[in-house]
């Protein structure tokens, strides 16, 4: 009888033994797997920075384009109306008109 007790309690240690051993190798398992995802999850932040700051200089690049376009063609406008002598004339005459009709309070001058 005490030959079978002794060999429960080696049974009973060798099954700690190894219910340790499992329990330490899920551990290890588990922090590589965490590290791994960490380290997956960087990489993915890293990657969204770059498209970003790609996306925003594009953005930046395409705005100036743009904002070069329309002082261009302003610019052409601007010298077309200069260049015009009847389109002056007709928005000066136009402007000495709306002072000359617009009413004012004599008493507020």
Same mark, same amino acid.
């Given at each position: 009888?005490?030959?079978?007790?002794?060999? #429960?309690?080696?049974?009973?240690?060798?099954?700690? #033994?190894?219910? =340790?051993?499992?329990?330490?190798?899920?551990?290890?398992?588990?922090?590589?797997?965490?590290?791994? !995802?960490?380290?997956?999850?960087?990489?993915?932040?890293? =990657?969204?920075?770059e498209i970003i700051q790609?996306? #925003?200089?594009?953005?930046?690049?395409?705005?100036?384009?743009?904002r070069e376009e329309k @002082? =261009?063609?302003?610019?052409?406008?601007?010298?077309?109306? @200069? !260049? !015009?002598?009847? #389109?002056?004339?007709? @928005?000066?005459?136009?402007?000495?008109?709306?002072?000359?009709?617009?009413?004012?309070? =004599?008493?507020?001058?």
């Amino acid at each position: 009888m005490k030959e079978i007790i002794e060999e #429960v309690f080696k049974a009973e240690k060798k099954v700690s #033994v190894i219910l =340790k051993q499992a329990q330490e190798k899920a551990s290890e398992i588990r922090q590589s797997a965490e590290k791994e !995802n960490l380290e997956k999850i960087s990489e993915a932040k890293q =990657k969204a920075r770059e498209i970003i700051q790609s996306a #925003v200089e594009n953005a930046r690049k395409e705005a100036e384009l743009i904002r070069e376009e329309k @002082l =261009k063609q302003a610019d052409g406008e601007k010298e077309s109306i @200069l !260049n !015009n002598k009847d #389109v002056i004339d007709y @928005l000066i005459d136009n402007i000495c008109n709306i002072i000359l009709t617009t009413e004012y309070d =004599k008493d507020g001058m």
